[in-house]
Every structure is written in structure tokens, then in C-alpha cells.
Nanobody, 115 residues
Framework: QVQLVESGGGLVQPGGSLTLSCVAS????????MGWYRQAPGEQRELVAVTSSSGFTNYADSVKGRFTISRDNAKNTLHLEMSSLKPEDTAVYYC?????????WGQGTQVTVSS
């Protein structure tokens, strides 16, 4: 059974930083496409960042240069380092695993950027 458990969300001031983590079980993150998505109230879920088993990474234009996705294969954990946070980054952030076209989701972690 695949489980993805996110952590690291919280309240941060504009310009601040946060690092999200996603601990995976039942799936080897280094063998699959892993990503972070987010969903703001009243909005559709959107891709934030994705990384493939070959090391390819891609980011939404809105977060390029501010967010970094990375893997810790030894701990089977996916990270999202977020800096220069803006109020429009406020959303629930979800960890995602894509294994042969089947998607798995975590429960989400809330990130609120506000002064």
C-alpha cells in the first residue's frame, strides 16, 4: 500500500522560507516521477514542481527560481524548498507519486503566507 505523508507547512511572512517534506512508503521514490501540487481555495489543483527518476525537474513558471524540488533516496523522502514566499503561494500542498500512470496523493499540508 502506497502512503505519502507530508509535513513542514505552516504560517510564514511574505519573503520567508519553508521546506516541505514527503515521506513515502510502499513505493520507491527514486524509481518514479514525484511531484508537488498545490490547491488554493476555490482554485484547481496545479503542478508546482516535478522530478523524474533520471533527475529531470520542471517547475511552474510562478515558482521558478524560488522553489527547489529534491529527493533523499536513502530516506525515501521528497522535499520542496520554498523561498521568497508570496501571499499567492498560500495553498494546500500535496505530494504526488506517478507510478506507471497511476497517481498517488498525500493528505496535504497547509502553507499560509501572510503578514
Amino acid at each position: 500500500q502506497v502512503q505519502l505523508v507530508e509535513s513542514g507547512g505552516g504560517l510564514v511572512q511574505p519573503g520567508g522560507s519553508l521546506t516541505l517534506s514527503c515521506v513515502a512508503s510502499g513505493i520507491n521514490i527514486w524509481m518514479n516521477v514525484m511531484g508537488w501540487y498545490r490547491q488554493a481555495p476555490g482554485e484547481q489543483r496545479e503542478l508546482v514542481a516535478v522530478t523524474s527518476s533520471s533527475g529531470f525537474t520542471n517547475y511552474a513558471d510562478s515558482v521558478k527560481g524560488r522553489f527547489t524540488i529534491s529527493r533523499d533516496n536513502a530516506k525515501n523522502t521528497l522535499h520542496l524548498e520554498m523561498s521568497s514566499l508570496k501571499p499567492e503561494d498560500t495553498a494546500v500542498y500535496y505530494c504526488n507519486a506517478n507510478r506507471a500512470g497511476r497517481y498517488y496523493w498525500g493528505q496535504g499540508t497547509q502553507v499560509t503566507v501572510s503578514s
